[in-house]
Nanobody
Framework: VQLQASGGGLVQAGGSLRLSCAVS????????MGWFRQAPGKEREFVAI????????YVANSVKGRFTISGDNAKNTVDLQMNSLKPDDTAVYYC?????????????????WGQGTLVTVSS
């Protein structure tokens, strides 16, 4: 499985960005896709998860109501729509994948990772 994250950039507080994770190869019939983020000096933090395809989703409380995760089976992508961005959302964002459905919120539970894309929110 290869994951390619894109869509990061610089945005002002209150703005929006859409991240996309392209999944180049699916080896599992059921798998979960997650988004995590890591700010400098901090641990990698869970953001959102979707059970592929079109399955259940869950977002962290810190981004609930602002971020939405969705999957496009035809394009083999998982997107993270981020609205009402805050400076605290500044981080490198990673997409990750693992086999089977579930609520996997620890980065240690994932086997495959994209390279990360930087999101910077200015105040």
């Amino acid at each position: 499985v290869q994951l390619q994250a894109s869509g990061g950039g610089l945005v002002q507080a209150g703005g929006s960005l859409r991240l996309s994770c392209a999944v180049s190869l699916r080896t599992f019939s059921r798998y979960a896709m997650g988004w995590f983020r890591q700010a400098p000096g901090k641990e990698r933090e869970f953001v959102a998860i979707i059970n592929w395809t079109g399955g259940s989703t869950y977002v962290a409380n810190s981004v609930k109501g602002r971020f939405t995760i969705s999957g496009d089976n035809a394009k083999n992508t998982v997107d993270l729509q981020m609205n009402s961005l805050k400076p605290d959302d500044t981080a490198v964002y990673y997409c990750a994948a693992r086999a089977n459905f579930g609520l996997f919120t620890s980065h240690r539970e994932y086997d495959y990772w994209g390279q990360g894309t930087l999101v910077t929110v200015s105040s």
